[in-house]
């Protein structure tokens, strides 16, 4: 059974730091791509970033790379968010997701890169993040 479980969220105060996990139960790493996505309320689904456990290959959304940064521990079967500097702006709910490809789906929208949801075929039921001004 495929399963995503997301653990690691919580309130932290702006400027600090939290890092994210994702446990990926039940996959052939080398064979999916995995991203991380985030929802704050009343908003849509925003991309953060996506790795390919194979080789590392690691994308991210172009305003949020600076901050966030995606990691893997493939003995673990684990996938990594750390939050860097964070903002009350990165306050939401954050979702691992999974693609079984081996590149993570984006487009470019002038020219940023834009990590696209729809085309992720697991979800995990998420973590919340709030950080406090």
């Known amino acids: 059974q495929l399963q995503l479980l997301e653990s690691g969220g919580g309130l932290v105060q702006s400027g600090g730091s939290l890092r994210l996990s994702c446990v990926a139960s039940?996959?052939?790493?080398?064979?999916?791509?995995f991203g991380w996505f985030r929802q704050a309320p009343g908003q849509g689904r925003e991309g953060v970033s996506c790795l390919r456990p194979s080789d590392g290959r690691t994308y991210y959304e172009t305003s949020l790379k600076d901050r966030f940064t995606i990691s893997n521990d493939n003995a673990k079967k684990t996938i990594y968010l750390d939050i860097n500097n964070a903002k009350p702006e990165d306050t939401a709910t954050y979702f691992c997701a999974a693609l079984r490809d081996t590149t993570c789906p984006s487009t470019v929208v002038n020219g940023r890169i834009v990590l696209n949801d729809r085309e992720m075929e697991n979800w995990g039921e998420g973590t919340q993040v709030t950080v406090s001004s």
């Open positions: 039940g996959f052939a790493l080398d064979q999916y791509v």
